[in-house]
């Protein structure tokens, strides 16, 4: 090429960079999203939730820009959240929501039971007209404003199948309506400090100690949140059942204790935990058996539980979400629920741990528990396996729901 004709190409690709149209500062910036969840603050689970989902897609989707529009983030959950992810943005006051409304082109919900968000999601329709979508909730009632809102979504994920059943047998209908994990099972939180602290301080080691969660059959906010009025009716049946459901843990603690090397942590998913797990599991044990038996008698944030969950060698109990984040990073999970819960619990069978899941108001399975639990503590490395191919499923599920939020972002 002589320098002529080099001159004269360059001169026509210039002109036309010059004449093609320029993309608007609206293109060349990230996409927003307003995420709504933070539900409350006295349950390790409910906090879990947020950076579950923060993590997600801060890992699939990093090009966006995220505020949190949350419940409540106080009692030291704001921090913490910050300090994990210190470019999110977490709304206070109308002032600032009234910018997100305006500036963020995505509304999505997140995972929580019912459909917790719904007055916001009604409020974002109505004031913005732009799109919103549902990750990971559980659904089991639906009025005509719930329907309408669903049917609206560009997407509905429902965190357990026999929400996904139950949703479509009533005629729900939403573009992509189908089985999503909860956010939950991918929160990283991490305090290690605090953990390994607190382990050193108990005689706890790595891997030679199981965790065991307790839970009443309703909890009792009318002790841990303020401004809860006491119900008579669901204290009654708390006091009716709490040894029916406790005596099953305590047998499994003791078979743990007496057959294998391993200690018992005894720790709570709530508030109101610390108390049920001393005077339902701890107290009623045989001496011999207590010696073995560490009681974690303070409430602790995400971070630090999980710090401990992960050096465990797996978990059991009442509870839910520990267990959700426990499989989440590769830690074997019991689950034990009963009739008075959500049926969140059902989760385990889609995600292949059908055989970790009780059902306390049958007392076929009652009596497998122990067997189980024994099964986890002597093969931690089967039980591991088992943990993990349960977590990679919900990892793939995850990305493919993250993957349909950013088709929905660039539509």
């Known amino acids: ?111 929580g039971s019912g459909f917790p968000g719904r007055r916001q999601v009604a409020q974002w329709r109505k004031e913005t007209g732009k799109p919103y979508g549902i990750f990971g909730i559980s659904l089991t009632e639906a009025d005509d404003e719930m329907r309408d809102l669903i049917a609206g979504a560009r997407f509905t994920y429902f965190r357990d199948g026999h929400s996904v059943e139950w949703a479509k047998g009533a005629g729900l209908k939403s573009p992509v309506m189908e089985f999503g994990p909860d956010g939950a099972f991918a929160v990283d939180l991490r305090n290690d400090e605090a953990a390994v602290k607190f382990m050193k301080t108990n005689g706890l080691e790595e891997g030679k100690f199981l965790c065991c969660i307790p839970r009443l059959r309703h909890t009792p906010y009318w002790k841990i949140k303020k401004g809860v009025p006491f119900d008579e009716k669901k204290n009654a049946r708390n006091e009716a059942m ?132 024994l099964a986890m503590a002597k093969d931690p490395a089967g039980a591991k396996a088992r943990a993990a191919k349960a977590r990679d499923f919900v990892q793939q599920r995850q990305r493919g729901m993250v993957e349909t939020l950013r088709k929905n972002l660039t539509a």
């Open 242 to 373: 709490k040894e029916h459901d406790h005596a099953p843990l305590r047998a499994a603690i003791t078979a743990v204790v007496r057959e294998t090397q391993m200690k018992v942590l005894v720790c709570p998913e709530d508030k109101s935990q610390m108390e049920v797990g001393r005077t339902m599991l701890v107290e009623p044990l045989p001496e011999e058996v207590k010696a073995r038996i560490v009681w974690r008698e303070n409430f602790w944030l995400t971070d630090e539980a999980l710090s401990t969950y992960v050096r465990s060698a797996g978990l059991f109990g009442l509870e839910m979400h520990s267990p959700i984040m426990c499989i989440g990073n590769g830690i074997p999970a019991i689950v034990c629920r009963f009739v008075d819960q959500t049926f969140k619990g059902l989760m385990w069978r889609d995600i292949g741990l059908g055989e970790w899941l009780f059902d306390m108001d049958v007392e076929a399975e009652v009596a497998r528990i122990v067997p189980a639990v």
């Open 1 to 111: 090429m002589n320098r002529r004709t080099f001159l004269a190409q360059s001169a026509a690709a210039l002109a036309a960079a010059t004449l093609a149209p320029r993309p608007s500062a609206a293109e060349k910036r990230a996409p927003r999203i307003l995420l709504r969840n933070s539900w409350q603050t006295v349950n390790i689970g409910d906090i879990g939730h947020t950076p579950g989902i923060l993590h997600l897609l801060e890992q699939h989707l990093p090009e966006a820009e995220v505020r949190l529009w949350p419940g409540t983030v106080g009692e030291g959950v704001a921090e913490l959240l910050k300090r994990r992810f210190p470019k999110l943005v977490i709304l206070s006051g109308d002032a600032e929501i009234r910018t997100a409304f305006a500036e963020c082109d995505f509304f999505l919900h997140g995972s």
